[in-house]
Structure formats: C-alpha cells, structure tokens
C-alpha cells in the first residue's frame, strides 16, 4: 500500500447557513482538500496529513474530521496555547468573498521542528505540498522544509508540489516567485494553474509555463488551465487532454485541489500521467458544479463520473 503525506494548514470554515448570521462549520485548505478527495477516490492508499493545530477545542475537532475522513492524523503537531486558522464565506447576490483569521494560526510552525517533519517523510512514498504551504512559514521553517524534501527526493520518495500563488501570504511578490522556484527545482512533479503563473511569471502561453519549469529540471510538469485543455510534459511524453467545459458553474472552489487527487490516485496505481489528468479533470468536473471545498462524490466506479 502507497503512503502519502500531504504537508499545509487545514482551516476552520464558516459557511453561509440560510439565515443571515448563520453558518456551518466545517474544514478545509488546498493540501488537506486533496488529501480528502484522495481519500475518497482512493480508499487503498494510506494518507496522512502533517500540520500543526492547538489544543483547544476546535483544534481536536479537526483533528478528529481529518481520522473521520480517513486521513491519518498521527503527524500532526499540538501547539499549546495555539487554535487553528479560521476563514468566513460572504455571499452577496451569489457572490462569494473572503475574510481570515490565519495570521497566528498554529500551522504557521508546521515546520519548526525539522526533525518531526524528517521522521514523517521517512514513513511515505509520496509527499506532497502547496505554495501556500510554504507562504505561511517564516524563512527558517522554509529552509527546514526544503532540507527534509531534498533528503525525502535522496531516499527515493516522490515529491509534488502545486505553485498555488496567492499574493496576499507573501511578503512581496519577489519573495514569492522565487521561493516557488526554489521549491519546484526540488519536486518531480508540479502542478501550476496557467492563470496565475501567467499574471506572476509573466508567462505568454502554457508552453512557456512548461518551459519554465522544465528549465530547472522538473521532470513532470501539469499546467491547469480552467475549462480550457490541461498541458503536461514528462521526460516521455508531452500532450494535452480536452476538459469537457461546464457552463454553468456553481463554484470554482477546490477545482484544483480536486483535479490534483484524480492525478495522485492514478500514478501511484502506477497508471500514465495522462489517465491522471483525465481522472483529474472528471473529479474538478464534479466539484464545480457544487457549492463548498469539499463535495461528497457519487460511488466511483463505471459510470461515476457522468
Ligand atoms: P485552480 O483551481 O488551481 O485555479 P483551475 O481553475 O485551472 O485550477 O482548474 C483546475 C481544473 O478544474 C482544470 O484543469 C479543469 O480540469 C477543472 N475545471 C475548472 N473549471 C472548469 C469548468 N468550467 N469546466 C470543467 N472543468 C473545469
């Protein structure tokens, strides 16, 4: 059995209830989401989630959704005096908007401790993070992360990463694009979204996203792009894969997070990268045509994914 470890911070949610000023709590952050829809897809493999939380309340609670969703939780870290990150949906005429509370959440010191992310990389096969993963951090706990990467990729495990560009977690967008390619020069597989790679490198096309990347030696690259085709290059081979476009999408969130689950689950039954992103591009299909981060999917089999 495969094991894989997702690294990032998982957040509280307060989503719009019906009433104004009533919301549902739930649980939900780009590294946990894909987490949880491989756990779904993929029942075979053994994941777990590393992060920090505190000792509350809330915080065991999520600790608890996470072994309920059949996501180990045993790598995660308990920081005294600390509580989890928190974000709120507005909806306004059906428009969604945003606030957070994650400056101080416990998951910023995920990677404090080199040695216990070390110790969990050393129990998986493939391990995968975001570049919101690295924006929470500070300088030293980036430097502790990557050094446990670099020795993960010398004993043989794989490493993905999604580039995730989220401007706001950054000190300045220097910081950020050169930390994302300090990061991808140490994966074998990333991820980008062409939309924003486009605005923040600048890039004129998806070609030269790939090239890029390929540039500083990422062997397998993915390039979303919405509803357009999604682009990838391996050592092997370089392809496209038409995404069948919805028209009448409910919410966009966790497309990518979803799509990067139906990559996962098929190359670690050691299936094609091209298999992948087909079974990436159904599940995100499912997901935008539902409100919420994290949508129950039908029975996945023959048929499912209709
Ligand atoms: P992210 O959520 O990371 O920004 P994208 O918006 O590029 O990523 O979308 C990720 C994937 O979700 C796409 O590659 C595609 O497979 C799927 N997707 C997104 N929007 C649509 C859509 N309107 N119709 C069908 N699939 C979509």
Redesign the pocket.
């Known amino acids: 059995m495969k094991r894989v470890l997702a690294i990032g911070e998982c957040m509280a949610e307060l989503a719009p209830a019906g009433q104004p000023r009533d919301f549902t709590l739930g649980f939900a952050g780009d590294t946990f989401n894909t987490a949880w829809y491989l756990a779904q897809i993929a029942p075979d493999l053994d994941i777990s989630y590393f992060t920090a939380i505190g000792d509350d309340s809330i915080s065991q609670d999520m600790q608890s959704f996470f072994d309920a969703s059949g996501i180990n939780s045993t790598p995660v870290q308990v920081i005294p005096d600390k509580t989890v990150g928190l974000y709120l949906i507005h909806l306004n005429n059906g428009e969604r908007s945003f606030s957070y509370w994650r400056d101080s959440s416990a998951a910023r010191q995920l990677a404090v401790d080199g040695a216990a992310l070390q110790t969990a990389m050393a129990e998986a096969d493939f391990i995968y993070y975001s570049g919101i993963t690295l924006a929470i951090l500070d300088q030293p706990s980036r430097e502790n992360l990557f050094q446990a990467l670099r020795q993960a990729r010398r004993h043989g495990k794989e490493v993905a990463f999604?580039t995730?560009l989220r401007p706001r977690l950054w000190t300045d967008t220097q910081q950020m694009t050169s930390t994302i390619m300090e990061a991808a020069a140490c994966c074998d597989l990333v991820l980008p979204?062409?939309?924003?790679e486009a605005v923040w490198f600048g890039d004129r096309n998806v070609q030269d996203t790939i090239e890029r990347y390929a540039g500083i030696g990422v062997r397998q690259i993915v390039v979303?792009?919405?509803?357009q085709s999604?682009v990838f290059q391996t050592p092997t081979q370089r392809g496209t894969v038409t995404?069948?476009?919805?028209?009448d999408?409910i919410d966009?969130t966790?497309?990518?997070?979803?799509?990067n689950a139906g990559v996962f689950a098929e190359i670690l039954m050691g299936r094609d990268i091209s298999i992948g992103i087909e079974r990436?591009?159904q599940l995100?299909?499912q997901?935008?045509q539902h409100k919420g981060a994290l949508v129950c999917l039908p029975p996945q089999g023959e048929g499912a994914s209709q």
């Open positions: 999604d995730n979204s062409y939309d924003d979303k792009n919405s509803d999604v995404v069948d476009p919805v028209t999408v966009t966790a497309a990518g997070d979803s799509f990436g591009c995100a299909r997901v935008v």
